[in-house]
Protein backbone atom coordinates (compact mmCIF):
# COMPACT_ATOMS: atom_id res chain seq x y z
CA UNK A 1 0.00 0.00 0.00
CA UNK A 2 1.16 3.50 -1.09
CA UNK A 3 -0.29 6.59 0.65
CA UNK A 4 0.55 10.06 1.76
CA UNK A 5 2.18 9.94 5.16
CA UNK A 6 0.37 12.06 8.21
CA UNK A 7 1.72 13.44 11.62
CA UNK A 8 0.53 10.42 13.02
CA UNK A 9 3.29 8.57 11.12
CA UNK A 10 5.73 10.81 12.51
CA UNK A 11 8.00 7.99 14.93
CA UNK A 12 8.08 5.33 11.45
CA UNK A 13 9.45 7.98 9.31
CA UNK A 14 11.83 9.17 11.93
CA UNK A 15 13.21 5.58 12.02
CA UNK A 16 13.35 4.93 8.35
CA UNK A 17 14.89 8.53 7.50
CA UNK A 18 17.52 8.26 9.95
CA UNK A 19 18.20 4.99 8.68
CA UNK A 20 18.07 6.24 5.14
CA UNK A 21 20.98 9.05 6.18
CA UNK A 22 23.10 5.78 7.92
CA UNK A 23 22.90 3.53 4.74
CA UNK A 24 23.38 5.85 1.80
CA UNK A 25 24.98 9.36 3.57
CA UNK A 26 25.89 10.44 0.19
CA UNK A 27 22.42 10.30 -1.33
CA UNK A 28 20.94 13.58 0.84
CA UNK A 29 22.07 16.72 1.60
CA UNK A 30 21.50 15.95 5.49
CA UNK A 31 23.58 13.88 7.50
CA UNK A 32 22.49 11.17 10.36
CA UNK A 33 24.38 13.53 12.82
CA UNK A 34 22.48 16.52 12.17
CA UNK A 35 19.00 14.24 11.91
CA UNK A 36 19.64 12.15 15.26
CA UNK A 37 19.92 15.37 16.93
CA UNK A 38 16.12 16.22 15.86
CA UNK A 39 13.46 16.06 18.58
CA UNK A 40 9.96 14.36 17.26
CA UNK A 41 8.66 17.98 16.59
CA UNK A 42 10.79 17.96 13.61
CA UNK A 43 10.02 15.10 12.07
CA UNK A 44 6.41 15.90 12.77
CA UNK A 45 6.52 19.19 11.05
CA UNK A 46 8.27 18.19 8.21
CA UNK A 47 5.26 15.59 7.37
CA UNK A 48 2.93 18.16 8.10
CA UNK A 49 4.22 21.22 6.32
CA UNK A 50 4.92 18.69 2.95
CA UNK A 51 0.90 17.76 2.79
CA UNK A 52 -0.93 19.81 0.58
CA UNK A 53 -4.07 18.11 -0.76
CA UNK A 54 -4.55 16.58 -2.77
CA UNK A 55 -1.80 15.52 -4.67
CA UNK A 56 1.70 16.73 -2.39
CA UNK A 57 3.31 15.13 0.83
CA UNK A 58 5.73 12.55 1.70
CA UNK A 59 4.24 9.32 0.13
CA UNK A 60 5.16 5.86 2.37
CA UNK A 61 5.06 2.58 0.87
CA UNK A 62 4.26 -0.36 3.30
CA UNK A 63 4.28 -3.63 3.55
CA UNK A 64 2.33 -5.47 6.05
CA UNK A 65 1.53 -2.27 8.00
CA UNK A 66 5.74 -1.24 8.50
CA UNK A 67 7.30 1.83 5.96
CA UNK A 68 9.63 0.41 3.57
CA UNK A 69 10.02 3.37 1.51
CA UNK A 70 9.24 6.84 1.38
CA UNK A 71 10.21 9.78 -1.25
CA UNK A 72 8.23 13.21 -1.44
CA UNK A 73 6.35 14.91 -4.40
CA UNK A 74 6.50 18.69 -3.90
CA UNK A 75 5.08 21.97 -5.48
CA UNK A 76 7.29 24.69 -6.21
CA UNK A 77 6.75 27.46 -3.77
CA UNK A 78 6.85 30.36 -7.55
CA UNK A 79 3.76 30.81 -8.79
CA UNK A 80 5.34 30.54 -12.51
CA UNK A 81 6.85 27.16 -11.77
CA UNK A 82 3.95 25.55 -10.79
CA UNK A 83 3.67 23.45 -13.91
CA UNK A 84 6.64 21.26 -12.54
CA UNK A 85 6.90 19.13 -9.33
CA UNK A 86 9.45 18.00 -7.41
CA UNK A 87 10.46 14.19 -6.77
CA UNK A 88 12.94 14.24 -3.32
CA UNK A 89 14.28 11.69 -0.90
CA UNK A 90 13.26 8.59 -2.51
CA UNK A 91 14.57 5.78 -0.36
CA UNK A 92 13.83 2.27 0.08
CA UNK A 93 14.68 0.10 3.19
CA UNK A 94 17.98 -2.21 2.24
CA UNK A 95 15.98 -5.27 2.91
CA UNK A 96 13.97 -4.54 -0.26
CA UNK A 97 15.99 -3.05 -2.80
CA UNK A 98 16.21 -4.77 -6.26
CA UNK A 99 12.40 -6.34 -5.74
CA UNK A 100 10.83 -3.48 -7.39
CA UNK A 101 9.87 -1.66 -4.57
CA UNK A 102 11.50 2.04 -5.68
CA UNK A 103 9.84 1.58 -9.12
CA UNK A 104 6.31 0.93 -7.82
CA UNK A 105 6.76 4.21 -5.53
CA UNK A 106 8.35 6.10 -7.95
CA UNK A 107 5.55 5.20 -10.90
CA UNK A 108 2.77 5.58 -8.44
CA UNK A 109 4.09 9.20 -7.86
CA UNK A 110 4.16 9.69 -11.49
CA UNK A 111 0.94 8.86 -11.85
CA UNK A 112 0.02 10.59 -9.38
CA UNK A 113 1.54 13.78 -10.73
CA UNK A 114 0.03 12.89 -13.94
CA UNK A 115 -3.35 13.45 -12.33
CA UNK A 116 -2.94 17.25 -11.71
CA UNK A 117 -3.40 18.39 -15.14
CA UNK A 118 -1.71 21.81 -14.96
CA UNK A 119 1.69 19.59 -14.41
CA UNK A 120 3.92 19.33 -17.09
CA UNK A 121 7.57 18.28 -15.82
CA UNK A 122 8.67 16.52 -13.15
CA UNK A 123 12.51 16.95 -12.00
CA UNK A 124 14.74 15.45 -9.69
CA UNK A 125 18.26 15.40 -8.78
CA UNK A 126 20.76 12.74 -8.19
CA UNK A 127 24.16 11.67 -6.81
CA UNK A 128 26.21 10.59 -9.77
CA UNK A 129 27.71 7.92 -8.09
CA UNK A 130 24.03 6.68 -7.47
CA UNK A 131 24.24 4.39 -10.25
CA UNK A 132 21.16 1.70 -9.39
CA UNK A 133 18.97 5.18 -8.54
CA UNK A 134 20.06 6.46 -12.64
CA UNK A 135 18.80 3.40 -13.88
CA UNK A 136 15.87 3.62 -12.53
CA UNK A 137 14.94 6.41 -13.49
CA UNK A 138 16.17 6.55 -16.85
CA UNK A 139 14.22 3.15 -17.35
CA UNK A 140 11.19 4.89 -15.89
CA UNK A 141 11.55 7.62 -18.37
CA UNK A 142 13.31 10.21 -16.82
CA UNK A 143 15.92 12.18 -19.03
CA UNK A 144 19.16 13.63 -18.03
CA UNK A 145 19.08 17.68 -18.67
CA UNK A 146 22.12 18.58 -17.36
CA UNK A 147 25.19 18.02 -14.89
CA UNK A 148 25.63 19.97 -12.18
CA UNK A 149 29.18 20.17 -11.54
CA UNK A 150 30.66 19.96 -7.84
CA UNK A 151 26.83 20.74 -6.68
CA UNK A 152 27.29 19.28 -3.15
CA UNK A 153 30.48 19.95 -0.91
CA UNK A 154 31.34 17.01 1.34
CA UNK A 155 32.39 17.61 5.18
CA UNK A 156 35.55 16.28 4.07
CA UNK A 157 36.00 19.29 1.45
CA UNK A 158 35.23 16.59 -0.91
CA UNK A 159 32.81 17.21 -4.04
CA UNK A 160 29.59 15.67 -5.57
CA UNK A 161 28.10 15.73 -9.20
CA UNK A 162 24.29 15.79 -9.51
CA UNK A 163 22.53 14.82 -12.28
CA UNK A 164 19.41 16.61 -13.02
CA UNK A 165 16.80 15.02 -14.41
CA UNK A 166 13.28 15.78 -15.96
CA UNK A 167 10.10 13.58 -16.52
CA UNK A 168 8.16 15.39 -19.41
CA UNK A 169 4.25 14.69 -18.20
CA UNK A 170 3.09 16.65 -21.37
CA UNK A 171 5.18 17.42 -24.14
Sequence with gaps: MIRILTPNDTE????????????DPLA???????????DLSYFRQKIFNSIKHPLYGIYGLFDKD???AFAQL???????????????EVYVHTDLRRKG???????????????NLSLEQLHLRVNSENLSAISLYEKLGFEKVTVLKDAVKNPDNTYQDEYFY??????
Design 12 to 23: IYRQLRLLSLKT
Design 28 to 38: FLSTYDVETKY
Design 66 to 68: KLV
Design 74 to 88: ADSYYKNKRHIAYLN
Design 101 to 115: VASKLVKYLIDKAKE
Design 166 to 171: CFYIKS
